[in-house]
Structures are given as structure tokens and as C-alpha cells.
């Protein structure tokens, strides 16, 4: 008797490799990119939704590239960089320090993607003990929760709400002179 498909989420389930944790990780990644896309929305911050809508079809290319063909290329990496720098221009003063993440709904959002990108990179790094992995995967994923980063803070500076610094009774926070003045960062 043929098994329902009604009854199988993802083909690769019961696989024991660490690409289908993988695989999972990603699609969670996506999912989160398309919920922050909605939230940027409502808060009407075209620049970012329109960077979010083409990031959001990357994660999928990013998700397919360790079973299937490499589809992650040297340009898409230059280009995702470039919106890095679009965005550290804006909120340089912002990210001198540790932040909460918090603020708005679709900065919230976006610092769940910075969070499932740095899961995804660190999946991928359990499945490159089993197999090989392109570097330019990591690559993309690593700037991909910083660019997730730096769009929530530019998503706070937006709409005016000022980013709270974390200050770590865990490590010591390195101090930074500035005119004279030591600072903490």
C-alpha cells in the first residue's frame, strides 16, 4: 500500500545526516525572513522590504545548496554585502556597543532572522563534519545575521526608538578611548 503524502512534511525525515537538520534550519530561516517582510510592511520602510524580498528567495538557495547544486553565487555575497554597508552607514553610532533586541515589531522580527541565520551557520557547520560544504555558504549565512542586524536597528532608528545597550556581568566590556574620555563599548 502507498503511503499518503498527506502524511510526510519533508521527504528527508528520518535521514540520520545533519543535512536534513539543516534543510529544517533554513526553512525556518526563510519563514522568519517573510514574517519580518510583513512587518516591515506595516511599518512602511520600502527599502528594507525591498531588500527582504530578495533575500528571502537567497535562504531557500542557501537551504538547497548542500544536497543539490551550488546556487549561491560570488555576486550574490557582493551584493549582500553591499546592503550591509547601505546599513552600518545609517546606524554606525547605534552598533558601537552591545544591544537588546528590541524595539519594534519588524526589528523584533529581524533579530529572530539574525538568530536563525546564526542557527543555520551553526547546523551547517555539523553537516561540514560529514561532508563537504562550499565556504561561500558560511560566508552568506555569517553576513546574512549581521545584515539581519543592522536592518533591525535601522528598523528602531526609523521609527525613532533608541537601541539599549547590554552590558554583560559575564565578560568584561573592553573600553574605548575617545577625546580623552574612556568610554565603555
Not at 12 to 17: D, G, H, L, T, Y
Given at each position: 500500500?502507498?503511503?499518503?503524502?498527506?502524511?510526510?512534511?519533508?521527504?528527508?525525515?528520518?535521514?540520520?545526516?545533519?543535512?536534513?537538520?539543516?534543510?529544517?534550519?533554513?526553512?525556518?530561516?526563510?519563514?522568519?525572513?517573510?514574517?519580518?517582510?510583513?512587518?516591515?510592511?506595516?511599518?512602511?520602510?520600502?527599502?528594507?522590504?525591498?531588500?527582504?524580498?530578495?533575500?528571502?528567495?537567497?535562504?531557500?538557495?542557501v537551504n538547497g545548496s548542500v544536497r543539490g547544486k551550488l546556487a549561491v553565487t560570488e555576486e550574490d555575497l557582493s551584493w549582500l554585502s553591499e546592503r550591509y554597508d547601505f546599513y552600518v552607514r545609517h546606524v554606525k553610532e547605534e552598533i558601537q556597543s552591545f544591544v537588546l533586541p528590541q524595539g519594534t515589531e519588524a526589528a523584533a522580527a529581524l533579530h529572530l532572522c539574525r538568530s536563525e541565520a546564526k542557527k543555520s551557520y551553526r547546523t551547517l557547520h555539523k553537516v561540514s563534519e560529514e561532508r563537504e560544504v562550499p565556504?561561500?555558504?558560511?560566508?552568506?549565512?555569517?553576513?546574512?545575521?549581521?545584515?539581519?542586524?543592522?536592518?533591525?536597528?535601522f528598523m528602531n532608528q526609523q521609527a525613532g526608538i533608541a537601541e539599549i545597550p547590554f552590558i554583560s556581568k559575564s565578560y568584561p566590556m573592553k573600553k574605548k578611548k575617545e577625546n580623552n574620555n574612556e568610554k565603555s563599548i
Open positions: 500500500m502507498k503511503k499518503d503524502a498527506r502524511y510526510s512534511c519533508y521527504p528527508f525525515m528520518r535521514e540520520k545526516a545533519s543535512t536534513v537538520d539543516f534543510e529544517i534550519r533554513t526553512d525556518s530561516l526563510t519563514t522568519h525572513l517573510g514574517v519580518a517582510l510583513a512587518a516591515v510592511k506595516k511599518e512602511d520602510v520600502q527599502v528594507v522590504a525591498e531588500d527582504l524580498l530578495l533575500m528571502l528567495p537567497m535562504a531557500y538557495h565556504a561561500i555558504l558560511f560566508d552568506y549565512l555569517g553576513l546574512l545575521a549581521n545584515v539581519c542586524f543592522v536592518m533591525a536597528v
